[in-house]
């Protein structure tokens, strides 16, 4: 069978918290153990991350816990091409190429910049009010970040379905253009799970219902003493199908864990030694993934390291791909 690249990229934005965890990390590894015919392109995507922030020491921070994260939850570089899409320039002069080749009535409709205008308009705002460039051109970076690699698949969550619609777009503009060059990408969309939060909503940075992955043990027991019950006293039997902590126990337990938490509900266990019980539950499976964090987050010059020797196993392919690019386009030699 024919090889093939599975990339994505994952936006410094904040520290990684059990959602990420259980809905993006988990399965991302999985998935480079089990499918021997890709090749992982798992990449830090700092560029993207400065259409929002212009903190450089909290983009600084969040890619230093987001690497701590992967590592520590079991990406293994020698497996997978980790790198940071900004130390391969080649990115940046591939979306230049692609932003000439990109209609600007198909990132019109892109939704981040669209429902940013719409909501300048039904608030009488000038439309393109506080929307930069960056955001507007965004996935064209994104359609560079895929092709630079020829990426056939592409998992990301469904909030980016349409970006992947606009890189093939883009990369068959391209193609019809100036002859076959890039591999159309296709978004897989994850088997992950999503994560209820503390509050019973979605588990999401911008809802502030999270729990930080490799919390220390006594706040992680503190932040699950949070998540929301209802009034049944000990001894009432409580329906597990109805409980946010029961899915925390679906989430992480095994088959047998979880039937034996369906009966302890049923038979009326207290909520306090119900979260206990998950507390005990998820402290053991961190255990050993916190360790290896501290040690990264305690050392960033080891991330450091592998992101610079994962951008130099990449950068000839990427060059490469560059230099068929420029070609094509007509950026030649005069000799
Ligand atoms: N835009 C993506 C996100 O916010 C991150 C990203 C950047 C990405 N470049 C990519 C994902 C390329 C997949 C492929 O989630």
Redesign the pocket.
Known sequence: MKRHVT?????P?GTPHLGNYLGAIRPAIEKTRLDPNSDFYY?L?D??SLIKSQDFDKIKQSSIEVDASWLAAGLDPERVQIYR?SDLIETAELNWILSCVAAKGLLNRAHAYKSLRDDNIANEREEDNGISMGLFC??V???A??LLFD?KF????A??VQ??EI?RDIAGSFNHRYGDTFVL?EATIGDGKLLTGLDGRKMSKSYNNTIQLYRPEKQLRKDIMKIVTNSQLPGEPKDPDNSVLFEFFQAFGTAEEVAEMRESFLGGIGWGDAKEKLFQLINRQMAPEREKYDYYIANPGLIEDILQAGAAKVRPQAQAKLADVRYKVGIRSFK
């Open positions: 990339l994505t990229g994952i936006t934005s990449f995507a560029y993207h899409q965004y996935p970076l994104m359609t970040d895929i990426a592409v998992p990301v969550g909030d980016q970006h992947l890189a990408p």
